[in-house]
C-alpha cells in the first residue's frame, strides 16, 4: 500500500453495531483431540467449554495453530504461544524466527550482516560464546541451526569457542537431552580435529536456569550467569554427557530442572567463563526467554541480581528480542516485521482496552499479541494487569494457578463498562500440561473452563459478546503416539509422557447476548488458522478489518 493513502480509520461494518464490550479468551494449549484417557481436556469436567461445543455448532468450529498456518517451517512444527498470539493479534501470517534463520543460514546472509562483523572482531583474541536451548523442539531454538552456526563461525575465523548449553525437556521428550549433548560433543569434536578449540562450558536445565520470562523469577537468571559468565556452579564435570547422565541418574531429576554445571580442567578450573574481549551469542530465535538474559548481557546499569562481574564483551542476540526496548542492539538475524496490529488500529479507532494474564502468560495477551513489542500504543486507552504468579514451584502442585483472580479481574473489568475489549490469557492447560502431570493437568483444565464461566457470565449481564480460543494444543494429548495414534511405551513399558505442545487445531466459539441473531461462521474458510481470529473480532467491534488482514472467520446472514 502506498504511504500517502494509508489510514488508520477502519471503516465501518456494513451489518455490525459499534459499542457492544467483547471479551477475548485465549485458553493456553487448549486443542481438540480424539478423546480419551489421555485427554486432559476430555477427562476434565468442563461443563462451560462443552456447552459452547454443542450448544451451537454455528459458532463454534476448529483453527488451525501450527506449522504454515503460524509462519512456522513445516507442517510438523507444533504451535506456541509466540507464534499463536502473534497470528491472533496481527491478523496475518509472518514467516517466523525459525523460518528466517533458516533462511540466513542456508544462503550465508547471517555471516554477512553487521552482527555477526561485529562479534567477529573478539575472534582473534577472545572466545565464541554461544548460549541457548539445545533440543530440535523449534518453540525457542533448533539444534541443526546452533551445528550450522559453528560450523559458519569457525569458517569465518573463531578459534575459541564455548557452548552454554540449557537442557530442555519441555517441547521435546524429557530425557532426549543426553542424545543432544553427544550430537553436539560430536560436532564439537569435529571442530577440534580442525583445530579450533571447541568445548560445552556449562549448562542447567532451561526452567531452573537463564530462561524464565517477563522477569516472573530472576534467580533462574543468575543461576546462568554464574555458570556462563562467572564459571561458578554446584556441580561440576570433565564432560558434559557425564554432566547430565549424572545429574538426572537422582530420581527426581529431569531435563527441564537440572541444576547448573560447569565444565572443568583436571585442575578443577572452569574451561569457559565469559571475560573481557569475549563475543556472546544467545541463540535462541523465540524472545521471551532470552530477554532477561540479553538485558544481563547488555545493560550497563542493571540491578536485577548482583553480575558480581560485567565483562566487556560483544554481544549478539540470534534475533533482535524486543522491538521497541531495540534489545539488544546487534542481532543476527532480523526479525518478522509485525506492523499495525489489530490492537493498534483498534485503539486508534477509539477501542479502549483491557489486557491481562498472570506473570508467566503476562506478555503473550500484550508482547506478542502486540507484535513483539512492550508497552502501550495509547495509555489513555489502555491498561494492561499483571497478576503476579507463583515463583519457585512447577505448576502441577499449584494447577489451579492464578485462573480465577484472572476470570474475577476480567469479570470487574467488564462490569465496569470502561473498556470494549477485554482480553485474557488463562494459562493452566498449557503450563501444567508442560509437567507432564495428568492429574494436575485435568484439575488445570478445570480451572481454565471455571474462569471462562466467569467472563461469560459478565458478559451476559452486559449484554457484550465473547470470543473464546487457544493458542496451540497442549493438554489435549499428553502422551507420544506412533502414526496409528496409539500411545508409545518407553525400555520399561511405560508410556512416553509428552510434556510438549501438539500439532492439533484448536476450537474457536462465539457468542453473548450481543451477537447479533444473524452472525454466525461462514463455511467457506475451511482452512482458516489463527491468524483469521483478528479480521473476526474487529468485525465484532463493528469494523471491516483492514484488507491486508486474513479473511474474517464469520458472515451475517438475515433471519
Ligand atoms: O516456553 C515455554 O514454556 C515452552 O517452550 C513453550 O510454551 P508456550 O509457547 O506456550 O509459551
Ligand atoms: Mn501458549
Ligand atoms: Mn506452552
Redesign the pocket.
Known sequence: MGSTDFSWKLADHPKLPKGKTLAIVVL??WGEANPDKYNCIHTANTPTMDSLKTGAPEKWRLVRAHGKAVGLPTEDDMG???V?HNALGAGRIYAQGAKLVDFALASGKIYEGEAFKYIKESFDKGTLHLIGLLSD?G??SRIDQLQLLLKGAAEHGAKRIRVHILTDG??VLDGSSVGFVETLEKDLANLREKGIDAQIASGGGRMYVT?D?YENDWDVVKRGWDAQVLGEAPHKFQNAVEAVKTLRSNPKANDQYLPPFVIVDESGKAIGPIVDGDAVVTTNFRA??MVMLAKALEYEDFDKFDRVHFPKIRYAGMLQYDGELKLPSHYLVSPPEIERTSGEYLVKNGIRTFACSETV?FG?VTFFWNGNRSGYFDSTKEEYVEIPSDVGITFNVQPKMKALEIGEKARDVILSGKFDQVRVNIPNS?MVG?TGDIQATTVACEAADLAVKMIIDAIEQVGGIYVITA??G?AEDMVKRNKSGQPLLDKEGNVQILTS?TLQPVPIAIGGPGLGPGVRFRKDVPNGGLANVAATFINLHGFEAPNDYETTLIEVVDN
Open positions: 493456553d494449549g506456541n504461544s509466540e499463536g523442539g518453540v525457542h519441555r517441547d530462561m520470562r521471551d526467554r502468560k503473550h498449557d508442560h493458542d496451540h497442549n505442545h
